[in-house]
């Protein structure tokens, strides 16, 4: 998978796993680093599929409908992805935070629906449910933070309130952040995941 990796200055902390939104590439959220932490790891990936040119991680049916055999393989395919990248630059495969945004956060949230070790924790920034009516592997110890737009049109609040139920269900320790926004990223949410991430 095409992808940029920058060693840290601090090996001891987490290594940044960033997942760009439909669209975006492996440049679109190195921003992030900085409120995030400067001095991780980062390894940043584009997605594999193209939607009418633009990169995403999974195919979709339309807007919202996810192509859950291609969500499936792909999940698999970023897992060992990054079993092959902690192998070659040397990072702890057991020490990956995933930063997420859009359809990022979505392929995010299905490594930790699919695969109970594949990250350490995640920052879903307005994520859906990737899947429904699936047995999750048990997350105690994980943690992950959900920001969601209270006007978001592409993921409703629901969305939002019944991903953090079935996580929460599964042992994570979820917290949902609201801000009064859109689907848009922005700043506000990337300074309370910030402060999340300080508390890990």
């Known amino acids: 998978m095409k992808h940029i990796f ?5 090996l001891s902390k987490p290594t940044l796993l960033l997942l760009h939104g439909t669209g975006g590439t492996e440049e679109d959220l190195l921003p992030l680093v900085d409120h995030i932490d400067p001095e991780a790891n980062v390894l940043s990936v584009r997605g594999n599929v193209s939607e009418n040119g633009m990169p995403r991680f999974f195919r979709r049916l339309a807007e919202g409908v996810f192509d859950e055999e291609d969500l499936i393989f792909r999940t698999k395919e970023l897992y060992e992805f990054l079993d092959q990248a902690a192998k070659d630059y040397g990072f702890d495969r057991h020490n990956v935070i995933a930063v997420g945004y859009s359809n990022g956060a979505n392929i995010a949230g299905s490594l930790m629906f699919h695969y109970q070790d594949a990250l350490k924790a995640a920052s879903l920034h307005h994520p859906m449910v990737p899947r429904r009516g699936v047995e999750l592997p048990g997350l105690t110890g994980k943690s992950v933070f959900i920001a969601a737009g209270t006007n978001d049109p592409i993921c409703p609040a629901q969305e939002s309130e019944d991903l953090k139920e079935l996580l929460d269900d599964a042992g994570a320790n979820v ?26």
Do not use: M, P
């Not at 920058?6 to 601090?10: A, I, L, P």
């Not at 917290?175 to 890990?200: F, I, M, P, R």
């Open 6 to 10: 920058k060693e840290g200055t601090d």
């Open 175 to 200: 917290q949902l952040h609201w801000e009064n926004q859109g689907h848009q990223l922005n700043l506000g949410e990337v300074k309370a995941a910030a402060e999340w991430y300080k508390s890990l």
